[in-house]
């Protein structure tokens, strides 16, 4: 049969396959060979598919093909009233929910010019930072699980449960809090909440130990990380990444420091790091600095809880007056911004959602061009994307 | 304690600055270098900077803010359709209006800041690394003939940026060699985030919260079981 078809036809045929399949195919055509990944793989926490030409155990172009869980957020937020839209950028980071809310709610004060309580400002950091710990706690988890090693996803998920609980406990939902209002927040902390979380902090920051000595400092870890998927900073800037990737090439650059808009930063003593190297060793060094600078941060910030309301008066039906805003904040996976488009009425007239993975991950035909089949997996896992905040 | 400061619950007297003087030295400079093609700008102080350029200034205005004014972080790159939406907010049920409805007229359409002379707008983000400065940068995409230049010489991540658009509002980006779709399933047809391409889930459906079309199911049972007895 092969000889009838031209290399297209078969090419094709076997993307066919391996769609419906679910399993990796590798065709051998004369000048190489395709290999599929995905969409359901687990090297790819998702629904993503990386389709690669590869030329022996090299890589010669690489396709990315997402889509599979678009759910048109942007179509959807026009129909939404403002206090619905929260509910749906909930699950654009379904990792980090709370810090999906926040930029969104951010904008729509900047248009009413609502000034938030301070009690509000240090919550929604504090909840901002605790999404942080929960979705990269398991990010390290999940890259060990990906390079061979099983004892740190397990490590991962149990001490995530720490400041799920600690989540839980003030909103209401582990994964999908919703908690973040137009002039505020739901609901003041519980009581001994405060305490509680400190307790949390300090099994994460053992958490980080943990991760330094078993995951960053093991040999095989290195040998699989170090000198692979290098990015240089220019090219980062170029591709738009952000957060973690950004920082690994040695950008020093964080919207919670430069662009603080709205959050209680500026009133915390904090560092943020920076790797030269930009390989995908320094990118997991990177996002393992992060949270134990998360948990300094918010032990200050418990420190100095100021008291009063977590909500300003805001109308009980609201409208956003007329305009236009940009507001992005350093989230888990970089930056996220939603631009937002109001008419004065009771629901945006136009969101775009400028999501960090989606940028992240266009970098990868690049990336990929010229590594072997093995660096693959560990490039996409050191990149760190959520289908959900790709395809939105 | 003695030495007790007085607290008091107002915040210091803070004088708003009416003027940022180091965006609209950004305006300037981009009016500088780029001439007649500078439309439009808008400085919101402290929060934001908006430039509307010439459609065929397009992509040389990626060049200059990257190459010239530093510029060089991408940040996103989309567009917005300013017709109002025909089928308002889905707020009517599908009994009430024939559907398709009316289409608004074009002049309704009405553009935001730095105004505006066409229905479709690109707008692009970029940044300068390492501050908080932003530029918002928008072009009029002619309505005639929905082609406008493209940024990926400049920013290679512009490239997925300008596929979504493309299938998303029928906008095509000259010079940028691969516009496949790349959320939808390659044979879609329609660009949904056309203000009159319709939310059909909600067509079919329209929102609950609104109009509660079906009873709630104990309530079905009662109301049948009334009518009988």
């Known amino acids: 049969m092969t000889d009838v078809l031209t290399e297209a036809q078969q090419l094709a045929y076997a993307n066919a396959q391996a769609a419906d399949g679910r399993v990796n195919v590798e065709v051998e055509t004369e000048d190489g060979m395709t290999l599929n990944i995905g969409p359901q793989h687990p090297a790819t926490h998702g629904t ?18 997402c889509g599979y869980m678009h759910r048109g957020y942007e179509k959807l ?37 609502i000034e938030v309580p301070d009690r509000a400002k240090w919550i929604r950091t504090i909840l901002f930072e605790m999404s942080r710990l929960a979705n990269i706690s398991l990010f390290i988890g999940d890259l060990s699980l990906q390079v061979g090693a099983q004892t740190p996803a397990f490590l991962a998920f149990r001490d995530r449960e720490y400041v799920l609980n600690q989540i839980e406990a003030v ?34 920051r053992e958490f980080c130990d943990l991760m330094d000595e078993l995951v960053l400092g093991n040999e095989i870890f290195q040998m699989r990380m170090r000198g692979v998927g290098i990015i240089p900073p220019e090219v980062a800037l170029s591709y738009g990444l952000s957060g973690a990737n950004l920082r690994g090439s040695g950008v020093d ?109 266009s970098i990868v035909p690049w990336l990929l061009k010229g590594v072997y089949v093995p660096d693959i997996i560990a490039i996409l896992g050191s990149l760190y994307f959520i289908l959900g905040d790709i395809d939105r | 304690m003695a030495d007790d400061a007085p607290t008091t619950d107002e915040a210091p007297v803070e004088e708003a600055p009416p003027t940022d003087e180091r965006r609209e030295a950004v305006v300037a400079e981009l009016r500088e270098l780029m001439g007649d093609a500078v439309v439009d700008a808008l400085v919101k102080p402290g929060l934001g900077i908006w430039v509307r350029v010439a459609t065929d200034a397009w992509s040389e205005t990626a060049e200059v803010v990257r190459h010239r004014m530093d510029f060089r ?50 707008l692009g ?28 010489r400049t920013f290679a991540g512009a490239a997925w940026h300008e596929r979504e658009t493309h299938e998303m509002f029928g906008i095509t980006f000259e010079g940028n060699p691969d516009l496949r779709h790349i959320y939808l399933p390659s044979d879609f047809e329609g660009h949904p985030l056309r203000k009159e391409f319709p939310l059909l889930s909600r067509v079919v459906k329209p929102w609950p919260g609104i109009v509660d079309v079906e009873p709630m199911p104990g309530e079905a049972d009662d109301a049948e079981g009334g009518e009988d007895a």
């Not at chain 1, 690669?52 to 890589?59: F, K, M, N, T, Y």
């Not at chain 2, 398709?100 to 009405?110: F, S, T, V």
């Open chain 1, 48 to 65: 993503l598919r990386v389709v690669a030409r590869l030329d022996g155990e090299q890589v010669v172009s690489a396709d990315v093909i």
């Open chain 1, 77 to 113: 937020c026009e129909v939404r009233s403002y206090p619905q839209v929260t509910t749906l950028i909930n699950r654009i980071d379904w990792l980090g929910s709370f810090a999906n809310e926040v930029p969104f709610i951010l904008a729509a004060e900047q248009l009413m010019e």
């Open chain 1, 171 to 204: 909103t209401g939902g582990r994964f999908h809090p919703n908690f973040d209002r137009i002039g505020g927040l739901k609901d003041d902390l519980p009581k001994g909440w405060i305490a509680d979380t400190k307790a949390a902090m300090v099994r994460i």
């Open chain 1, 253 to 361: 650059w964080d919207l919670r420091r430069d662009a603080n808009i709205g959050l209680a930063y500026d009133q915390v003593d904090w560092k943020v790091w920076t790797h030269p190297d930009g390989d995908s060793y320094a990118r997991s060094w990177v996002r393992v600095q992060e949270i134990r600078e998360a948990t300094k941060i918010i032990d200050q910030l418990l420190d100095t809880m100021p008291s009063g309301p977590v909500m300003a008066k805001v109308p009980r039906i609201i409208k956003v007056p007329e305009g236009e805003a940009y507001v992005a904040t350093e989230n888990p996976l970089g930056e996220m911004g939603y631009y937002l488009v109001s008419k004065g009425d009771t629901g945006p007239f136009r969101v775009k959602i400028r999501s960090a993975s989606f940028n992240n991950i």
């Open chain 2, 73 to 122: 972080f991408f940040d996103f790159l989309s567009a917005i359709d300013w017709l109002p939406s025909p089928y308002g907010r889905y707020e009517d049920s599908a009994v009430d209006v024939p559907f398709p409805p009316p289409m608004p007229d074009r002049a309704d359409a009405e553009p935001g800041y730095t105004g505006g002379d066409t229905r479709f707008q690109v």
């Open chain 2, 125 to 152: 983000s970029v940044a300068k690394p390492g501050t908080d400065l932003r530029l918002l940068l928008k072009a009029d995409v002619p309505d005639d003939d929905l082609r406008i230049g493209t940024w990926v």
